[in-house]
């Protein structure tokens, strides 16, 4: 099973700023990885897929890059709404695994 | 505009049996793979499983196969997953997901979830 390692596990950050979040397979899952927003008490909605992609009506200020093992999900200015917790995932090697998530707090 | 939502959850004891159901709208059912991913605090996200759009191909997490069966009624839009043999690690909170086209294995519309109790 392929194991994500996310870090940091919080990131503190004021509007304004630039995110980046890190996501880290065990093994290669090609470009096949994806990103989710979670707010408290809502589902995960998808953000990027295909590493790179983004999902229909997601901002342009959210961007996906990596292949291989090594993935990052960068929000160029980050939005008050945008305090959330961020999961990647891959779908290149069975069976599907999520990350642990990294919490994305205001400072 | 999409719409899922989860009902059947509920508290049963280890070894019993529920049912989950899906109903969805908003979109033409029959054309997507939908999927099971659940939830707990100390796991984190989990799929659970896949069915694909035609009633072809379904797929399981290890952890539930041989206990639970997805299925779907695409001439009333719902989703069904049947779970059996129940164990305390199944509880969670339980979300329907529709598969992102032709792309099976990313979710882009999730339902609000229906919570699984597994307890005696």
């Known amino acids: 099973e392929i194991v994500l390692t996310q870090s940091p596990a919080t990131l503190s950050l004021s509007p304004g700023e630039r995110a980046t979040l890190s996501c880290r397979a065990s093994q290669s899952v090609s470009s096949f990885s994806a990103w989710y927003q979670q707010k408290p008490g809502q589902a995960p909605r998808l953000l990027i897929y295909?590493?790179?992609n983004r999902a229909a009506g997601i901002p342009a200020r959210f961007s996906g890059s990596g292949s291989g093992t090594d993935f990052t999900l960068t929000i160029s200015s980050v939005e008050p709404e945008d305090f959330a917790v961020y999961y990647c995932q891959q779908r290149g090697n069975w069976p599907l695994t999520f990350g642990g998530g990294t919490r994305v707090e205001i400072k | 505009e999409v719409h899922l939502l989860e009902s059947g959850g509920g508290l049963v004891q280890p070894g019993g049996s529920l049912r989950l159901s899906c109903a969805a709208s908003g979109f033409t059912f029959r054309n997507y793979a939908m999927n099971w991913v659940r939830q707990t605090p100390g796991k984190g996200l989990e799929w659970v499983s896949t069915?694909?759009?035609?009633?072809?191909?379904?797929f399981y997490a290890d952890s539930v196969k041989g206990r639970f069966t997805v299925s779907r009624d695409d001439s009333s839009n719902t989703l069904y997953l049947e779970m059996s043999s129940l164990r305390a690690e199944d509880t969670a909170l339980y979300y329907c997901?529709?598969?992102?086209?032709?792309?099976?294995?990313?979710?882009?519309?999730w339902g609000q979830g229906t919570l699984v109790t597994v307890s005696s």
């Open positions: 295909d590493a790179t």
């Open positions: 069915l694909s759009g035609d009633a072809g191909p379904t």
């Open positions: 997901a529709r598969a992102l086209g032709s792309s099976w294995f990313y979710f882009d519309y």
